[in-house]
Structure formats: C-alpha cells, structure tokens
C-alpha cells in the first residue's frame, strides 16, 4: 500500500508509475474520495466546534434559568448533521481502502522500463554452462526412467499438475531442505516454522489479496482459511498491527514449508514436469530492515539465495525485472534463472525482492527508535530455494551417459553417503 500523501501530493508521478508497469487502476476516483474525506472530515470538525460552543452558551442560559429551547434544537440538528458526515466518512474510508488495495508499488529507479520480460536486463552470470559427450534429457525423462518420479499416479491420486517422489528422490528432496537450512542458519537466518493455513488478513498484508484470489486455494468452511502460496505470508505477517524496537532490526528468518497455487493463467504453460506445479516446498527467506538498511538487505539476502546456486554448482544468472515484468508489490525483483539443459532454457529458480514499506502499510508493521520515532519497516523476501526447481536441476544438469545422476557432493552427507542415483 503507498501513502496517501503521496499519492495525493504525486499523483502526475503516480501516473506515470502505473504507464510504465502497464497498469490500469482507478487513480482518479481515489483522488474524488481523498478529496470528499478532507472536506467532510474540516466540516466535522467545524460543527463539532459549533456544538461545543452551543453547550457552553446553553449551559450558560440555564444557569440564568434563561430560555434555551431554540439553542437546544440547533444543536440537535448539528449533532444529525455530524451523525450523517460520519457514517458518510466510514463510507468514503471503506471504498478508499477498496480502492488503494489495487494500487502497485513503485518501482525503484534502478529498475529498466519496459513493457514485458523482453527488457528485463541480465545483471550477472555465475558458472559455465554443462557439456555432456550425449544429448542431455529432460528432468521428467530422467525421473521417470529411474523409477523416482511419478506423474502418472500423481494425476490418478490428485489430478495434474502434481509429483509423486520416490526413493532416491525423495531422499534429495529432504537433503535440500536441510541442507538450505543449514546454510541459512549458519549466516544468521532464524529458523521458524509456521502454520501452512493462514487468514485473510494475512494475505492481504502481503498483498495476494484482494487482487490474486484466484490463484489462492481457499478451504471450505466457516473460517476463512487459505492454503499459504508461500512461507513469505505467514513470517511477514509475524508482526502485523505490532511496533518493533528499531535496535532488534535487521530480523531475518528462514522457513520450510509447502506451498500451493492454484495456477490460474498459466493454462498450458510448462504443462510437462515439475517446474509448475499446485503443491510444491521451498525455503524462504525473509527480512524485516530499517529504510536506510533495506537495499544493502535485498543484495544479502540474494547472495544468500545465489549461495546454493554455487555450492551445488549450478550454473545460473542474475535478472532484474522490468516495469512490465516486476510482480504488484516488490519496488525491485532480482530473479535468479538456473540452466536447465535437457530443455536447453534458464528458468526461474528465486525472486528475491525489496518491498519498501509496501507490505509493512499494508500489515501496520512499524518501527520505534530510541528517539520515539516510528516509521513503517521495510520487507524483504526471496527463495533459498525451492526444492522442486532445485532437484530439476540437479537432474538435468548431474545426469550422466548411462542414465544415472550424480549427487552434488554437498548433499551426500544428508542422503547416507549416496553419490549417485543408479539407473
């Protein structure tokens, strides 16, 4: 959520803001309502004044026992008039908050200007692409030759878009997570598990809601709960409507977790394999900073996430996201994109993103310096990596000529010693 001065006091700005990202919101009726709010607000108070200056002279007349019947009727009338500019205030306060809930952030002034992925820009690459003696094979025809990826009963048991790992992979599976977490500790990262389920306010705080229900999966019931898209929802919202001592931050924290989508829009998009799929786990990364701290924080936290590319030695580059092609609430997104050479294409394996002081409005997550003074915290998040993604392409970058994989040696003391999967 942006300020409202800002949005009042820049709205040309703003404008411009929404052109670039190819955006289409109501800016115009938030600045009829803004507008209607202040006015009604200056004529509240304006008859309140009046009302307490005709209590006082009414208290005045009695206590001449004089006659204060017409003052009296003034005042009820006032107080009607109050009573209706209230209720119409709580009116204009619920549409405004309708309205702003829709409004992106601002991209930072690094970011390139473009209308789509086309003028993302490549900021670095990491590690040399594989050579293979043979023509290296997708993920899905690895799997499924070794007996340790089923699609097929996936789909029996729960529909497409579903895995079901077994054996060695499953194994993998669990190596990456703890071997994530273990790094991500080793640099400082809390390490906190959440509930999977979370309530709307969550999601509104971190801004999936209102505006991307449809790629939610909400359960039945009378509660309101959803399946969490990402751990980013629940931890970001660990200090919703709370103040922090400015002295504990920078917080960062990791977290593992399932994650569900419903995939809305991607409708025959990578319909092979596991790269997009309605249930998947991942590491998360999060960080609450300081405004002053927050961008020197986003490049940690994609070093951070760049450091497993590079111990599992995975060769990868670094993007920043366009204005067309940056997501509703990050001011900036590196997206790390790791090789996949059985589909001779790099792929997104981490968004790790700077929100400013978007998703801290939006959740009421503030600071308090020593000095009394508050401010919103700024938020910060990335994957540290996705397990999915992350054993895609150890599969299709380990594979061998005879069909096997070789297991990335920092894994193989989470897996029993085991250093490759035999065909």
């Not at 009727?73 to 908050?97: C, F, H, N, S």
């Not at 995939?263 to 786990?281: C, N, P, V, W």
């Amino acid at each position: 959520m942006l300020s409202r001065e800002y949005l009042r006091e820049r709205a040309d700005e703003y404008r411009q803001v929404l052109h670039n990202r190819g955006a289409s919101v109501d800016l115009d009726r938030f600045l009829e309502l803004d507008a209607e709010r202040r006015q009604t607000i200056t004529r509240v108070e304006s008859l309140k004044a009046q009302r307490n200056a005709a209590s006082q002279e009414i208290a005045t007349l009695k206590k001449n026992k004089q006659d204060a019947s017409s003052q009296i009727d003034a005042m009820k009338r006032v107080g009607d008039e109050i009573k209706e500019l209230d209720a119409r205030l709580a009116q204009i306060e619920e549409e405004l908050q309708n309205v702003e809930l829709y409004f992106p952030n601002v991209p930072h002034e690094s970011v390139p200007i473009g209308e789509d992925e086309s003028a993302n820009r490549v900021e670095k690459t990491w590690g040399d692409k594989t050579c293979f003696g043979f023509v290296p094979k997708p993920h899905w025809e690895i799997g499924e030759a070794l007996g340790i990826l089923d699609f097929e009963r996936a789909a029996k048991i729960a529909g497409a878009r579903f895995v079901i790992l077994t054996g060695a992979a499953a194994q993998m599976s669990r190596a990456l997570a703890n071997f994530m977490l273990d790094a991500h500790t080793s640099r400082g990262y809390t390490e906190i598990l959440t509930p999977f389920m979370v309530n709307a306010d969550s999601l509104r705080g971190t801004g999936q809601l209102p505006k991307f229900e449809e790629d939610l999966f909400k359960l039945a019931g009378e509660k309101s709960y959803y399946l969490i898209p990402t751990a980013e929802v629940p931890v970001t919202n660990l200090y919703r409507d709370e103040i922090l001592d400015a002295s504990t931050l920078t917080q960062s924290f990791c977290s593992y977790s399932p994650c569900f989508r419903s995939e809305a829009g991607s409708y025959g998009k990578d319909t092979r394999g596991m790269i997009r799929l309605h249930q998947f786990e991942k590491v998360e990364l999060v960080k609450f900073a300081m405004p002053d701290r927050s961008w020197d924080e986003h490049e940690n936290l994609t070093r951070d996430a760049e450091s497993i590319l590079e111990a599992l030695n995975l060769h990868y580059r670094r993007v920043t996201l366009s204005t067309g092609d940056i997501g509703f609430t990050p001011a900036k997104t590196y997206d790390l994109e790791v090789w996949l050479p059985g589909q001779q294409t790099y792929r997104e394996i981490s968004s790790c993103s700077n929100f400013t002081d978007f998703q801290a409005r939006r959740a009421n997550i503030r600071y308090r310096t020593s000095e009394k003074k508050t401010g919103f915290v700024h938020t910060i998040n990335g994957s540290g990596l996705p397990l999915g993604r992350t054993l895609v392409a150890i599969l299709e970058n380990y594979q061998q000529g005879d069909g096997s994989v070789m297991v990335p040696e920092p894994l193989r003391k989470y897996m029993k010693g085991m250093e490759r999967i035999p065909k």
